[in-house]
């Protein structure tokens, strides 16, 4: 493990931001590869959104990339400010198969490969 991080108040796009600028590289988020806690885009939908989940979004969204399409609700739940207990792990491409089995059998069946360093750009993040 490169670098891991627990997502809390800031949401995986504030961790995820930490993360590569403290490593000096770029990151791709598959958003649609990101587990969802159950029931989160109905909440979205019914306009309860933290307060703080629309500052996450403010303070990251200057290095982020959307691809052509990305929601508003894709947006705002990868800010999403509260806790929710998951890992954001960075490994070696070599090891992230391996490690992914080893939380799945674990006990997180949600546990996914979300996206991908790369070198520094223009950008530090590039949603998918």
């Excluded at 627990?6 to 990101?34: C, P, Q, W, Y």
Aim: glycine content about 10%; proline content about 5%; overall charge negative.
């Amino acid at each position: 493990v490169n670098a891991c991080t627990d997502v809390t108040g800031f949401g995986i796009l504030g961790h995820l931001l930490e993360m590569v600028r403290a490593s000096n590289v770029s990151a791709e988020l598959m958003a649609d590869k990101v587990p969802l806690i159950k029931g989160v885009m109905e909440y979205y939908q019914a306009g309860t959104v933290p307060g703080g989940t629309l500052q996450n979004l403010s303070y990251a969204e200057p290095s982020i990339r959307w691809s052509d399409g990305t929601t508003e609700s894709t947006k705002t739940i990868l800010a999403d400010a509260q806790t929710s207990g998951g890992l954001l792990i960075s490994t070696p491409n070599d090891t992230a198969r391996k490690l992914l089995e080893e939380i799945r059998e674990g006990g997180s069946p949600e546990a996914s490969i979300i996206g991908r360093i790369l070198p520094v750009s223009d950008f530090l993040i590039k949603i998918n």
